[in-house]
């Protein structure tokens, strides 16, 4: 989910914007101000409606945060409450990704309840039908374009299901933040996005994190298996997010709602076979249908489905960087439930290695023009510095005089 009101892409894609609140123009000289009296009234009125428009934008993108944070958190503490009873991953992500076949209909209602212009069901699906190419939706198409991306989630979502049954929640949503330097490497390499300093030593960050995570019980057991799961699932999406841009692009948020809701029914029509080979062989055994947990599967089910909304909803109300904030958030947010819930104790390495990581997904956060932003901004504070001790001078110097002459004394320069 790239970019404004314009165009949004699917899952947790995001570009880092600059917050400026502009301020009005037009002070050169008391007599511009005598001559456009009405212009500088209107500037004055634009600017502050601009400010306010931001200041809006910016308190909705932190409800937006918080909802986005505690959507993950709650999924993630919800599927290991799951697992107590019901301990078949695949079934599970299976079930969750079929409710994305509701993110079409969704934005259908609200593009109905927010749009004079009203259109049908079947005028909007073949708008948003226009990712896929000038041809619109076919089965073809729907082999060809969506059966990759659906893969890929099915199989980023299953490894971090597995995670959850070898590691903390903690450990897991730390260990996923290390999508994002993923996704700068491969867009690095893939698709030749500028090369950037900071986002390497971030991506190092990364992967010493991971090295100290999986070091934390000594490269061997459960441990060592669930930090397998967790960067499969990291590198699974950065995958994912890095061919969705090289092959279909950018979405706005209906092409993105029916790209949902086409992934949906593909799992429901094509990888529904997977649930049951996995049933017959006993890998994941399910029992009777009245037995599963249906509370738990629908609350996983209902979360990550709220989340994904959140996501390109909040990319399109607010700043992408705050989405990006609300992800990492879920990290402290699960250290909280582990440790006042659960009882977990972390050890130092675990805590050192989660700090490590989040620290690189603040620092990719950063946008591409930081330097030379950074650069001016000291440049221009060095320059105020000297000004501002000549100004201190000339004053105590012109005090200076002004005693002296009081007393009847000559100042005499120094050579």
Excluded at 155 to 162: F, G, I, S
Excluded at 186 to 212: E, H, N, P, Q, Y
Excluded at 338 to 365: P, Q
Excluded at 406 to 413: F, Q, S
Aim: charged fraction near 15%; hydrophobic fraction near 45%.
């Amino acid at each position: 989910m790239k970019k404004h009101s314009a165009r949004v892409a699917p899952l947790s894609s995001y570009s880092t914007q600059v917050l400026t609140c502009p301020i009005s123009e037009g002070e050169d000289g008391s007599e511009s101000h005598a001559e456009t009296p009405v212009s500088e009234t209107s500037g004055d009125g634009s600017a502050y409606q601009t400010c306010a428009t931001t200041v809006l934008k910016v308190l909705g993108g932190l409800l937006v945060v918080l909802c986005v944070s505690s959507s993950w958190v709650g999924t993630t503490q919800v599927v290991q409450l799951t697992y107590k009873s019901f301990s078949c991953p695949f079934f599970i992500t299976w079930f969750s990704t079929n409710w994305n076949i509701l993110s079409f209909p969704l934005y259908y209602s609200g593009h109905v309840a927010t749009t004079r212009e009203k259109q049908t069901p079947i005028q909007k699906f073949r708008e948003c039908s226009r990712l896929f190419g000038e041809e619109g939706m076919s089965l073809r198409v729907l082999l060809k374009r969506t059966a990759p991306f659906s893969i890929l989630w099915t199989l980023t979502n299953y490894l971090y299901l597995l995670a959850l049954r070898k590691l903390t929640a903690t450990d897991v949503s730390a260990l996923y933040c290390c999508h994002k330097a993923f996704v700068f490497l491969l867009s690095w390499i893939v698709l030749k996005d500028r090369f950037m300093g900071v986002r390497i030593v971030a991506a190092i960050m990364a992967i010493t994190g991971i090295v100290m995570m999986a070091y934390a019980d000594g490269f061997h057991g459960d441990s060592f298996m669930g930090v397998a799961f967790a960067v499969g699932s990291a590198s699974t999406s950065a995958l994912y997010k890095v061919l969705f841009k090289m092959f279909l692009g950018s979405a706005n948020l209906g092409e993105a709602a029916h790209f949902f809701s086409t992934m949906g029914f593909f799992n429901l029509i094509f990888i529904s076979c997977v649930p049951l080979i996995l049933y017959f062989t006993k890998v994941e055994h399910w029992g009777s249908l009245s037995s599963l947990p249906w509370g738990y599967l629908c609350g996983v089910a209902g979360l990550w489905l709220v989340f994904n909304i959140l996501v390109n909803v909040g990319v399109v109300l607010t700043y992408p960087i705050l989405i990006s904030i609300g992800t990492l958030l879920s990290v402290p947010g699960n250290a909280a439930i582990d440790v006042l819930k659960h009882e977990v104790i972390f050890s130092v390495v675990r805590l050192a290695a989660t700090c490590i990581i989040c620290l690189g997904f603040l620092l990719l956060l950063l946008p591409e023009e930081w330097d030379t932003v950074t650069v001016r901004f000291l440049t221009a504070l060095a320059d105020k510095k000297p000004e501002e001790h000549g100004e201190e001078l000339t004053e105590s110097s012109i005090q200076t005089r002004s005693r002296s002459r009081a007393n009847g004394a000559v100042l005499i320069p120094m050579a």
